[in-house]
């Protein structure tokens, strides 16, 4: 069990760091809560899961930007989600580059539809560097300060192992009855 904590102290940041670029939630949380034991340092881990998360959608918005036929390539079996995008782009205007961090299933897609837009760039770049600072810090400051009680729930998960697939499975469940609702064609 030593050796695992040594290796997430050794190579946790670089994990916290490649995994923040897509997202990050899970990974910041691991770390927030890595934190709290001692085995992670909790301002290196949320610095990392900023920069990361803010290039992250930085470069996805990019992509979109100068790349758009092979990003549309690779996105034509989920059109209807990229409208819904749009959608919830009109309806929160630059309030969705915040809310996006915090809602898993529409992470990737805002960046890609802002970057299809004329939405201006450098406008991006700041609203998203001020949304990455809130995010990683709501993130990473609760997951600390929740330490105590998500290692007591990881020990309920350890001493019950099917309970971690069903949540998976509920979750996963869930999201895509979700987005299937939201995206299906009206008639």
């Given at each position: 069990?030593?050796?695992?904590?040594?290796?997430?102290?050794?190579?946790?940041?670089?994990?916290?760091?490649?995994?923040?670029?897509?997202?990050?939630?899970?990974?910041?949380?691991?770390?927030?809560?890595?934190?709290?034991?001692?085995?992670?340092?909790?301002?290196?881990?949320?610095?990392?899961?900023?920069?990361?998360?803010?290039?992250?959608?930085?470069?996805?918005?990019?992509?979109?930007?100068?790349?758009?036929?092979?990003?549309?390539?690779?996105?034509?079996?989920?059109?209807?989600?990229?409208a819904l995008s749009h959608v919830l782009m009109k309806k929160y205007g630059s309030w969705i580059i915040l809310i996006q961090k915090f809602v898993y299933g529409i992470k990737t897609l805002i960046p890609i539809a802002i970057g299809l837009t004329k939405y201006d760039?450098?406008?991006?770049?700041?609203?998203?560097?001020?949304?990455?600072?809130?995010?990683?810090?709501?993130?990473?400051?609760?997951?600390?300060?929740?330490?105590?009680?998500?290692?007591?729930?990881?020990?309920?998960?350890?001493?019950?192992?099917?309970?971690?697939?069903?949540?998976?499975?509920?979750?996963?469940?869930?999201?895509?009855?979700?987005?299937?609702?939201?995206?299906?064609?009206?008639?």
């Amino acid at each position: 069990m030593e050796d695992t904590f040594s290796n997430l102290a050794t190579y946790g940041y670089i994990g916290l760091f490649l995994y923040s670029l897509g997202g990050g939630f899970v990974a910041l949380l691991g770390a927030g809560v890595l934190s709290y034991m001692g085995k992670m340092d909790l301002t290196t881990s949320i610095a990392i899961a900023f920069v990361a998360n803010a290039l992250g959608d930085v470069m996805l918005v990019y992509l979109a930007r100068y790349q758009k036929t092979m990003m549309m390539d690779s996105l034509k079996k989920h059109r209807r989600k990229l409208a819904l995008s749009h959608v919830l782009m009109k309806k929160y205007g630059s309030w969705i580059i915040l809310i996006q961090k915090f809602v898993y299933g529409i992470k990737t897609l805002i960046p890609i539809a802002i970057g299809l837009t004329k939405y201006d760039f450098k406008k991006f770049i700041f609203i998203n560097t001020l949304s990455s600072v809130v995010w990683a810090l709501a993130i990473g400051l609760g997951s600390y300060y929740s330490g105590s009680v998500l290692v007591k729930a990881a020990g309920v998960i350890g001493d019950r192992p099917w309970i971690a697939p069903l949540l998976l499975v509920i979750f996963v469940g869930g999201l895509w009855m979700y987005m299937e609702k939201v995206t299906k064609r009206r008639v």
